[in-house]
T-cell receptor, first 115, second 114 residues
Framework: NAGVMQNPRHLVRRRGQEARLRCSPMKGHSHVYWYRQLPEEGLKFMVYLQKENIIDESGMPKERFSAEFPKEGPSILRIQQVVRGDSAAYFC?????????????FGQGTRLTVV | AQTVTQSQPEMSVQEAETVTLSCTYDTSENNYYLFWYKQPPSRQMILVIRQEAYKQQNATENRFSVNFQKAAKSFSLKISDSQLGDTAMYFCAFIGGGADGLTFGKGTHLIIQP
């Protein structure tokens, strides 16, 4: 049973470009969470999705950021018109049920560098 | 809003020693969960131990144990017989009160010296 798969591991984008980060949850997991880790900081919750639905996006910036988890395929975190401040590691976690009731498993993250 | 505080940015101990990492949190909730995660240089977030607030017994996983003091809102991690592979960032985290995401502390960088 493969773990949570994130790709790419590293992504370099120029200012103004779009970044697409992918997350394939563990088999049987329908709950996905995205977190952002700035340098020297802990992870910050961004968004929680179940298949085809955004449940909680309270931690996601209102502009330029969006997330989806389609019926088929991985969850996507999309950042439009990236700026230097978007440089961070982005982590995805998945769980079979809502995380408060069960363990969430993390991927290895995508390190986004904006130049 | 919940907050998690880790007051030790970095700690260094000799191999085989015992080390305790501190964590305090602030919440008005009565039901919640606390976690310690390990993040080695590979960046993978690995769950070390989990504590449910309604359980008075401290959680233990092999060499890892916690000292959970609910009234003091303290959740420290003790690592016994430390090994070189324990070198990593350690994050304390909280979830509760209907929140969907974990709230993390800023982490403690633990270095095990040979």
């Amino acid at each position: 049973n493969a773990g949570v798969m994130q790709n790419p591991r590293h992504l370099v984008r120029r200012r103004g470009q779009e970044a697409r980060l992918r997350c394939s949850p563990m088999k049987g997991h329908s709950h996905v969470y995205w977190y952002r880790q700035l340098p020297e900081e802990g992870l910050k919750f961004m968004v929680y999705l179940q298949k085809e639905n955004i449940i909680d996006e309270s931690g996601m910036p209102k502009e330029r950021f969006s997330a989806e988890f389609p019926k088929e395929g991985p969850s996507i975190l999309r950042i439009q018109q990236v700026v230097r401040g978007d440089s961070a590691a982005y982590f995805c976690a998945s769980s079979p049920n809502r995380h408060v009731n069960t363990e969430a498993f993390f991927g290895q993250g995508t390190r986004l560098t904006v130049v | 809003a919940q907050t998690v505080t880790q007051s030790q940015p970095e700690m260094s101990v000799q191999e085989a020693e015992t080390v305790t990492l501190s964590c305090t949190y602030d919440t008005s909730e009565n039901n919640y969960y606390l976690f310690w995660y390990k993040q080695p240089p590979s960046r993978q977030m690995i769950l070390v131990i989990r504590q449910e607030a309604y359980k008075q017994q401290n959680a233990t996983e092999n060499r890892f144990s916690v000292n959970f003091q609910k009234a003091a809102k303290s959740f420290s991690l003790k690592i016994s017989d430390s090994q070189l592979g324990d070198t990593a960032m350690y994050f304390c985290a909280f979830i509760g009160g209907g929140a969907d995401g974990l709230t993390f502390g800023k982490g403690t960088h633990l270095i095990i010296q040979p």
